[in-house]
């Protein structure tokens, strides 16, 4: 995050908090949801369940967030449409 503030470049990340440590946007499945249905999926595996039978999962739910006080540095807008959309706006 540090080099692309020096270096005044845009960055998207695939965790949260790198937008929360002045990184530009974030688009990403939610990690709590995702370690939750893990859980539940070693809980049923130590319950007896075969992992061959369960199915395979895919996050559901992604997250959006946006640093419009980085944007605001690069001297970038970001559109009201894409604000509208996000999950968190950091102002």
């Not at 061959?52 to 997250?63: N, V, Y």
């Not at 946006?66 to 807008?77: D, P, Y």
Request: hydrophobic content about 45%; overall charge positive.
């Amino acid at each position: 995050v540090e080099f692309a503030a020096k270096k005044r470049l845009s960055t998207m990340f695939t965790n949260r908090d790198y937008v929360m440590a002045g990184g530009l946007m974030s688009y990403a499945p939610n990690f709590s949801e995702m370690f939750r249905h893990a859980a539940q999926y070693v809980d049923k595996i130590l319950k007896g369940a075969n992992p061959a039978d369960l199915p395979i999962e895919q996050p559901t739910k992604f997250e959006l967030v946006i640093n419009l006080k980085t944007a605001k540095a690069l001297g970038l807008t970001i559109p009201q449409s894409l604000l509208l959309r996000a999950d968190q706006v950091i102002e």
